[in-house]
């Protein structure tokens, strides 16, 4: 064969091999097929199927954006090498404060990397809460704030089945904006701007999503929440990270913030009423949704107390046919102890040693007794009931236990007994004599002031008879320390002491006892 | 804006200049014979070698002494004619389908809008045109001697040097006509993207005429009302325009007239309005003709005048620097308010005749930008949070006299423009200066920054503040920003040309990239030999980036350590040469200057012109010899 030929047929071979190929890829991933009325033919090669499958194809993550995939295809494969070297240009661009190029790198990045979520997520945090700072001026503190809003809005254009991106979103308007030191000015400025809510309106119709003021931030970002728990749980979106009981807890939660931010703004009457009415239903619909627990179990959090009334019940019908079961086992037990644990055990708690401390402990555990043990010493014909009996009664208090710790991450029942206290005439009153005084102190009426702060407490005394469970959260004690805080002033403006007989002594005494338990023997209070 | 190196004066930087380029020359020539010499005397003998090197330098003495313009010119008309065939379509066309995508990435709505758009378009046109001559550079060669057809050039009665020269200058010119093209489609872009006006609304035009109404039928005298423009560009703007004229008690319409709108996104618009027939119609808003203009100031080419910086610290002492609030860019000192520490510019040159009272009536415009450093967030719980106030204070250099000017609040990121009247009155005793009278002497003004508000810091650096002299001619400062990217254009096609004379097209590509990515680094490559950077020199870091150590933390002291320092040593050294041979081609960059709204001075533009030729000119006669010494060109 001459060197022509060979080549000729090199070629040949080259094209046939290349074809083959061809038809090997084309196998895998033709795509799936559909005919004009939208019924489903083919469902395509094995890789389609597959990228369906784990939701990975590209129209499956978002809108597919034209510009973002023509600068992909030209970069040549060097996708990786450009977007490292516009991270590091985003990062000197943020370094030397030149927000206008850094901005501009953003939008370049994102075109390279547009599903990318942490891309988004990161670069969205770092306009509104690290630009923003940098700015002496709250307007362009509050305009970099949105900036990071917006970012993360156009993200989710291209990635609509990502919640953690929603979620951000909601996050930033509802926390970034109601609890940054300048949270009145930035409620103000979010109000006024017409043009971040015309961009938001296009993302939540009007009545998507009622809720009682379209231009709160606490409200607009419980819509954003609200759509994070859709995607979830109507789309099949994945939680990601997110704790399913931090997640489901923000819609409430944000209506709660937002009913307290109207009182602290003067707003009380009927808007106020309601607004906690509304908080207080939707977070006793949240209390009786499923969350799934670490322990593998599924629980609601306002079942707790029928739980307990449960097993009252439950170990009352055991107590009968147990009778003095029970402290048969504990005097056995005991007997059972070594002198040294049974010394320490005795020893009152003020009094023990260190060592004794640790003995007592183990003591305890040792005379700990189960219903099951119980239940076994029970005689026939009674033992397979109570057996029952004690099993169900175990598997309760298990559940109990869960909710209770799940009920304290959320603080639970605080917030459950708040929503009901601040619907009653005494909370309102309370709240409205402490705003009135406030209002009056910062005119200069100190006269005033003092009557109003006066009346105020006495109404927050009323309220705190009728809930006492109020002051076991620190947030009500924090609350009312402030209001104490500014009267002991003006009183002091009055040259008048804080008199001894003063209605809310308990709470100042809980706080100062809150006060030492939070520092350690050598800090300073 | 931003100036992290000085910039000298042109012929206070030319004898330093000079010399530095003669010496950096001079060792690389004396390095070039020594090793031409060296390798003559390996063949021939060291006495042939000295003859061989010796007649080498006479011709090529004659070769560059007697080279002919009309032949450089046909060789340049030959490049010029190949690289049309070859990429500047290509070229082009990208330029084009850039910009019409440009609108994806631009955002016009952005805080400083005219930045953006021309840091984008000098920043695509540099980098385009680059890449063009390193292609042209470096391929044009090459590809004559793997096709002969230089075999038939040299045939002909021309030198060497000719067709370096040659080249070097058609592929200029090929750069050249498609820089100023671009050039000319750049700037149309900016004007048109950046060109928007705003509309009324009805409801607005209504309430004009109804406060107007309200003035003409004698009610309150309120200050007039405050309109709001429609959205554009992703900004409103608002003026106040009174129609009002009062002579006594009399009112009478004015039914021409002309406002500006206030400043938002760097520029403002005209309003101009006409009440025709001289009758105003609130309920009819339609009846109130306007027109809004199009944007002023949004580009401009500011001169400044810039002071020395020097700084006193909290309890007034001189020292060189102020605080350091923790920022990792220490671009700016920090002073502390409430005390005696002060930021300290002194003008030179500032007269009279140089600020005339015809051009500036109200006195000397100062231009500042200030970066606060708050240590605590201040008052919230009002409407308003009110920003932290400064003192500017001018003092007479000799004899110390001093008032103070203003007190003014300070704006983050925005250039605050103060004025220093001519005539100032200290509020202490009531005495009255002229400023240039009492503070300027021997033509050095001295102008003071304190911050008044205790724990809060104001941070400076040189350039942020400048006297604002006069604004030079905007498009004309667009052009010198495209004759940076010219020059970088031509720096990088000497380059290409040089490295096609003996290396193959795709080698001359990767060592031209190399000696432009190089130059571009030149900075980093200086602060890694210098030791400046954290995490020691080359080898040290790529120790450290292996084993994932920290940058700060001190290697183990042993044998290991020991050895990396001493190849870092002699890499630093290697670096530091390197640094000093390739060319910074960020310095050629004007793209901030032009964005920014600066004038390029012409000591700048001076200073960059003979820096390029400084390079052009023993990159052509390295061209020249590496040719002349292919066997192609005997």
């Not at chain 1, 103000?188 to 379209?214: K, N, S």
């Not at chain 2, 000295?50 to 011709?59: A, C, G, P, Q």
Request: hydrophobic fraction near 45%; charge should be negative.
């Amino acid at each position: 064969m001459n060197p022509r030929d060979r080549s000729f047929y090199r070629k040949i071979a080259y094209l046939v091999a290349m074809a083959l190929l061809l038809g090997v890829m084309f196998f895998f991933s033709r795509p799936a097929t559909q005919d004009a009325r939208g019924v489903k033919g083919s469902p395509g090669g094995l890789l389609a199927q597959m990228r369906a499958e784990h939701g990975l194809s590209q129209a499956q993550l978002g809108e597919i954006d034209p510009t973002s995939e023509t600068i992909r295809l030209a970069t040549l494969g060097m996708r990786g090498v450009a977007a490292n070297l516009l991270w590091g240009r985003a990062n000197e661009f943020k370094m030397k404060k030149d927000w206008t190029n850094l901005s501009a790198t953003l939008n370049q990045l994102v075109k390279l990397q547009p599903n990318f979520i942490a891309v988004w997520r990161f670069q969205a945090w770092n306009l509104s809460y690290n630009v923003s700072v940098e700015f002496d001026d709250y307007r362009d503190r509050y305009h970099w704030v949105t900036r990071g809003i917006d970012f993360l809005m156009d993200g989710t254009e291209w990635n609509d089945r990502q919640p953690r991106l929603w979620w951000d979103i909601g996050w930033f308007i509802a926390q970034k904006i109601g609890r940054a030191d300048e949270h009145r000015q930035y409620r103000r400025l979010f109000r006024e701007d017409d043009e971040f809510h015309g961009r938001q309106a296009l993302f939540h119709p009007p009545g998507r999503y009622p809720v009682l003021d379209d231009r709160d931030n606490w409200l607009v970002g419980k819509k954003w929440f609200l759509d994070t728990i859709n995607l979830v749980d109507n789309h099949g979106a994945s939680l990601g990270g997110l704790s399913p009981l931090l997640f489901r807890s923000d819609p409430p939660m944000t209506q709660i913030n937002y009913s307290d931010a109207i009182q602290k703004e003067g707003v009380f009457g009927e808007r106020a009423l309601r607004a906690w009415n509304v908080a207080g239903k939707e977070w006793r619909d949240y209390g009786l949704h499923d969350i799934p627990t670490t322990f593998d179990t599924i629980i609601q959090l306002e079942l707790l107390e029928r739980d307990q009334e449960t097993v009252d019940k439950l170990v009352a019908e055991l107590d009968e046919l147990t009778a003095g079961i029970r402290e048969e086992i504990y005097q056995e037990r005991y007997k059972a102890l070594r002198p040294i644990e049974r010394e320490a055990f005795e020893t009152p708690i003020a009094d023990r040693t260190d060592r004794e401390h640790q003995l007592a402990a183990d003591a305890r555990e040792k005379l700990q007794i189960s219903h099951k043990e119980v239940a076994a010493r029970v005689p026939r014909p009674n033992r397979e009931k109570a057996v029952k009996l004690a099993e169900r009664v175990t598997e309760l208090e298990e559940r109990i236990g869960h909710i209770d710790r799940y009920r304290q991450i959320v603080n639970y029942a605080y917030w459950r007994l708040r929503c009901q206290v601040e619907q009653t005439p005494d909370a309102v009153d309370a709240r409205e004599f402490t705003y009135r005084a406030e209002q009056a102190l910062a005119a200069g009426n100190l006269p005033a002031a003092v009557d109003h702060y006066s009346e105020g407490f006495g109404k927050w005394r009323q309220v705190l008879d009728a809930h006492p469970g109020l002051l076991e959260d620190q947030t009500t004690v924090e609350d009312l320390m402030e209001t104490i805080g500014s009267y002991r002033k003006l009183l002091d403006q009055l040259d008048q002491p804080l008199p001894d007989d003063f209605v809310l002594n308990d709470v100042i005494s809980l706080h100062d006892k809150q006060q030492q338990m939070s520092f350690g023997p050598y800090d300073e209070p | 804006m931003v100036i992290e190196d000085e910039i000298l004066p042109f012929f206070q930087w030319l004898p330093t200049g000079l010399l530095h380029w003669l010496l950096i020359a001079g060792s690389l020539a004396v390095a070039a014979l020594l090793i031409g010499w060296l390798i003559a005397a390996l063949r021939h003998g060291p006495g042939a070698a000295v003859r061989m090197v010796s007649k080498t330098l006479s011709e090529a003495w004659a070769d560059v002494i007697h080279m002919s313009g009309r032949r450089i010119w046909a060789l340049a008309w030959l490049a010029v004619k190949e690289s049309i065939r070859r990429w500047v379509v290509v070229v082009f066309g990208v330029f084009i389908v850039i910009l019409l995508f440009a609108g994806f990435f631009l955002d016009p709505a952005s805080t400083y809008p005219a930045r953006l758009y021309l840091s984008f378009v000098l920043t695509s046109t540099m980098y385009l045109i680059l890449l063009l001559a390193l292609f042209l550079s470096t391929l044009s060669l090459p590809a004559d001697i793997k096709s002969k057809t230089l075999h038939t050039v040299v045939t002909k009665p021309v030198r060497a040097s000719e067709i370096v020269l040659g080249r070097m200058i058609g592929f200029a010119l090929v750069g050249t006509g498609l820089l100023a093209c671009m050039g000319v489609l750049s700037y149309i872009f900016v004007l048109r993207g950046l060109s928007h006006t705003h509309e009324i609304s009805p409801g607005e035009l209504q309430r004009l005429q109804a406060s107007w109404e309200q003035q003409l039928a004698g009610g309150k005298s309120a200050p007039p009302v405050e309109i709001e423009t429609e959205t554009a560009h992703g900004h409103r703007h608002t003026f106040r325009a009174d129609a009002i004229r009062r002579d006594g008690d009399r009112r009478e319409l004015i039914p021409r007239g002309r406002v500006r709108t206030d400043v938002a996104r760097g520029h403002w618009h005209e309003f101009s309005y006409t009440v025709p027939d001289g009758a105003l119609r609130s309920d009819d808003p339609l009846a109130l003709q306007y027109t809004m203009g199009p944007p002023e100031d949004r580009f401009v080419a500011r001169v400044p005048i810039y002071g020395k910086l020097r700084f006193k610290d909290s309890s007034g002492e001189p020292v060189e620097a102020g605080v350091n609030v923790g920022s990792e860019w220490a671009y700016r000192s920090f002073i502390q308010g409430g005390t005696l520490a002060a930021a300290i510019w002194t003008f030179e040159g500032i007269t009279p005749q140089r600020f005339p009272e015809d051009r500036f009536p109200e006195g000397l415009p100062v231009e500042l930008t200030i970066e606060v450093f708050r240590t605590y967030k201040g008052d919230t719980s009002g409407e308003d949070i009110p920003p932290i106030h400064g003192s500017l204070i001018v003092r007479n250099p000799a004899s110390g006299e001093q008032v103070e000017v203003r007190i003014f609040p300070a704006r983050e990121f925005a250039t605050d423009t103060q004025i220093i009247p001519r005539k100032l009155t200290r509020a202490s005793d009531g005495r009255t200066f002229g400023l240039f009278e009492d503070f300027v002497h021997d033509g050095k003004l001295e102008v003071w920054v304190r911050c008044i508000e205790p724990a809060q810091y104001f941070g400076m650096a040189q350039a942020d503040m400048y006297l604002r002299a006069r604004d030079g001619w905007f498009a004309w400062n667009f052009v010198k920003g495209y004759l940076g990217i010219w020059l970088q254009m031509l720096l990088m096609i000497a380059f290409g040309v040089m490295f096609s004379t003996f290396l193959s097209g795709p080698v001359a590509i990767l060592a031209t990239l190399g000696a432009l990515i190089g130059g571009m680094a030149s900075r980093f490559m200086i602060s890694l030999a210098t030791g400046e950077l954290p995490g020691g020199g080359p080898v040290e870091a790529f120790y450290r980036l292996l084993t994932q150590e920290n940058l700060v933390s001190d290697l183990p002291e042993g044998f290991r350590s020991e050895l990396m320092r001493m190849f870092d040593t002699v890499l630093q050294g290697y670096l530091r040469g390197m640094a000093e041979i390739l060319p910074a081609f960020e310095r050629f960059d004007y793209s901030t200057w032009v964005a920014y709204g600066f004038n390029i001075s012409g000591d700048l533009l001076a200073t960059r012109i003979l820096t390029m030729l400084g390079f052009v000119l023993p990159v052509f006669l390295a061209g020249y010899f590496f040719l002349k010494l292919r066997e192609v060109a005997r």
